[in-house]
């Protein structure tokens, strides 16, 4: 019974990290604006400021991070760590003790 947790956990892992990986390696170098064209520059931070404060600032940071997260090589890390854990859990979850044991 457990053997067949731990294959299914390993197919959710290499699967995963497959897919991951061919992410990784199919997507080119980044093709990136210049400093002053991103949301990075002082002029763009200091007008979100004025407009929402610093809680707009943070906001709008936040947003920046977590959109890098789905483009581009991150994408393919991003799948990866996802697969690890969601194949954790199941394994987690399919070998526990059943409740009336």
């Known amino acids: 019974m ?3 947790h731990l294959f299914i956990t390993l197919a ?5 990290w497959g897919v991951a990986i061919a992410i990784f390696v199919s997507r080119a170098g980044d093709d990136s604006l ?3 064209l991103t949301d990075d520059g002082k002029r763009y931070t200091y007008d979100i400021e004025r407009l929402g404060g610093k809680q707009a600032v943070f906001i709008a940071q936040l947003n920046t991070f977590l959109k890098g997260l ?6 393919g890390l991003t799948i ?6 969601a194949a954790l859990l ?3 979850v399919a070998t ?3 409740k009336g044991a």
């Open 2 to 4: 457990h053997r067949r």
């Open 12 to 16: 959710i892992f290499v699967v995963g």
């Open 34 to 36: 210049p400093f002053e």
């Open 70 to 75: 789905f483009q581009g090589r991150t994408l």
């Open 80 to 85: 990866g760590i996802l697969a690890s854990c």
């Open 90 to 92: 199941y394994y987690i």
């Open 96 to 98: 526990r003790p059943p």
